[in-house]
């Protein structure tokens, strides 16, 4: 099949949980047409090389902010937004005539669908969580994802069903959505469970735009001497940049996927933001961790506060941080086992296209 893959250009999260399903197409001798931009696209471009095709996407703006006020700065862009996604799908059309495509799937992507061929919608905000102000429009910011209810076959959400679920309120508990166009597959993880060693008391695991990445850096700096053990500190910057040295602490500047996953498995503890792709590694890999939300970012602050309430992870505010204190505390958390994890959430997915096809 010639098969349509569109992703988010919002951070490398959208498409570090897609790559184990468009790995299983590739592997299945599908043609693969990715459709993205920026960063996701250089780097699916040095994963896959030419085994699939590439189109740079419209890029939807970014609502990402310097001063933590990343639901309000979406609210006022969603005009904007839209008008992206009114072009982008435009210009899925034109491709989806041109290329013969058989099937589309999306990462959230609004404009990749075809309501003349099978569309698929991964995501896990089905409802978006506002900030206290705003609490009153949670509901309406899932009728703005059901308006596109008939734009896709399924809404696929990388998460359990209720009762074991990760995500609480952002793809639980709807009100509009009715159950028969919702599927839960489970995890979708890039990590890979290795036979190593777990030699490394604290993986400190740094992410997302900047000043917050920074701020947090120097807030843990800070504190760092506070733990004790094998520390290593991924900072999550280019590989290039001149590394810093903490007496007792390994650096590492940029881990590409083979450090990446060798670390994570080697880890007993992890600390790190609280989006979801991260939390989604963690309970891949089966790690107890310490979930530091990036301020003013909603998801994140919603996803750590509701994981703490069910005993998975502890979670604290950035601006509250003691190391000390905190890693006791996340260490009495039980972590999460999954019902399942990444390779049958694949062949879920797999089974639901196969369906539709």
Same mark, same amino acid.
């Given at each position: 099949?010639?098969?349509?893959?569109?992703?988010?250009?919002?951070?490398?999260?959208?498409?570090?949980?897609?790559?184990?399903?468009?790995?299983?197409?590739?592997?299945?001798?599908?043609?693969?047409?990715?459709?993205?931009?920026?960063?996701?696209?250089?780097?699916?471009?040095?994963?896959?090389?030419?085994?699939?095709?590439?189109?740079?996407?419209?890029?939807?703006?970014? +609502?990402?902010?310097?001063?933590?006020?990343?639901?309000?700065?979406?609210?006022?862009?969603?005009?904007?937004?839209?008008?992206?996604?009114?072009?982008?799908?435009?210009?899925?059309?034109?491709?989806?005539?041109?290329?013969?495509?058989?099937?589309?799937?999306?990462?959230?992507?609004?404009?990749?669908?075809?309501?003349?061929?099978?569309?698929?919608?991964?995501?896990?905000?089905?409802?978006?969580?506002? +900030?206290?102000?705003?609490?009153?429009?949670?509901?309406?910011?899932?009728?703005?994802?059901?308006?596109?209810?008939?734009?896709?076959?399924?809404?696929?959400?990388?998460?359990?069903?209720?009762?074991?679920?990760?995500?609480?309120?952002?793809?639980?508990?709807?009100?509009?959505?009715?159950?028969?166009?919702?599927?839960?597959?489970?995890?979708?993880?890039?990590?890979?469970?290795?036979?190593?060693?777990?030699?490394?008391?604290?993986?400190?695991?740094?992410?997302?735009?900047? +000043?917050?990445?920074?701020?947090?850096?120097?807030?843990?700096?800070?504190?760092?001497?506070?733990?004790?053990?094998?520390?290593?500190?991924?900072?999550?910057?280019?590989?290039?940049?001149?590394?810093?040295?903490?007496?007792?602490? !390994?650096?590492?500047?940029?881990?590409?996927?083979?450090?990446?996953? !060798?670390?994570?498995?080697?880890?007993?503890?992890?600390?790190?933001?609280?989006?979801?792709?991260?939390?989604?590694?963690?309970?891949?890999?089966?790690k107890k961790g310490l979930l530091?939300?990036?301020?003013?970012?909603?998801?994140?602050?919603?996803?750590? !506060?509701?994981?703490?309430?069910?005993?998975?992870?502890?979670?604290?505010?950035?601006?509250?941080?003691?190391?000390?204190?905190?890693?006791?505390?996340a260490k009495t958390y039980v972590?999460?086992?999954?019902?399942?994890?990444?390779?049958?959430?694949?062949?879920?997915?797999m089974e639901i296209i196969e369906?539709?096809?």
């Amino acid at each position: 099949m010639n098969i349509l893959f569109g992703l988010c250009t919002w951070g490398l999260g959208h498409m570090t949980r897609s790559l184990p399903i468009m790995r299983t197409l590739v592997r299945e001798k599908h043609h693969l047409i990715i459709y993205t931009a920026h960063r996701p696209l250089m780097a699916l471009k040095k994963e896959f090389g030419d085994r699939c095709e590439y189109i740079e996407s419209v890029m939807y703006p970014s +609502p990402y902010t310097k001063n933590g006020i990343f639901a309000v700065k979406l609210s006022f862009m969603m005009p904007s937004i839209i008008n992206a996604m009114l072009k982008e799908h435009k210009q899925i059309l034109e491709i989806s005539k041109s290329k013969n495509i058989d099937l589309l799937i999306s990462d959230s992507k609004y404009g990749v669908f075809d309501h003349d061929k099978p569309s698929f919608f991964i995501f896990h905000q089905l409802r978006y969580i506002p +900030p206290d102000f705003l609490k009153f429009l949670r509901n309406k910011t899932e009728k703005f994802n059901y308006f596109f209810r008939d734009s896709f076959r399924k809404f696929i959400i990388p998460d359990f069903p209720d009762g074991k679920d990760l995500t609480g309120d952002l793809a639980h508990n709807l009100t509009y959505f009715p159950k028969d166009k919702l599927a839960y597959i489970g995890i979708l993880s890039d990590y890979e469970k290795m036979d190593v060693t777990q030699d490394i008391d604290y993986l400190i695991s740094l992410s997302g735009r900047e +000043p917050n990445r920074t701020i947090l850096e120097k807030k843990i700096i800070s504190q760092i001497g506070a733990l004790s053990g094998k520390i290593v500190l991924v900072r999550g910057i280019p590989e290039k940049t001149q590394k810093i040295n903490i007496p007792g602490v !390994e650096i590492v500047n940029y881990a590409g996927k083979g450090i990446r996953d !060798e670390l994570m498995n080697r880890s007993k503890f992890v600390i790190a933001r609280s989006g979801y792709s991260t939390i989604m590694d963690i309970v891949e890999l089966g790690k107890k961790g310490l979930l530091i939300p990036t301020p003013g970012q909603t998801e994140q602050e919603y996803l750590s !506060e509701y994981l703490a309430k069910r005993g998975y992870f502890y979670s604290v505010r950035e601006e509250k941080l003691s190391l000390a204190k905190d890693v006791k505390i996340a260490k009495t958390y039980v972590g999460y086992e999954p019902p399942w994890r990444t390779k049958e959430a694949v062949q879920k997915f797999m089974e639901i296209i196969e369906e539709q096809v």
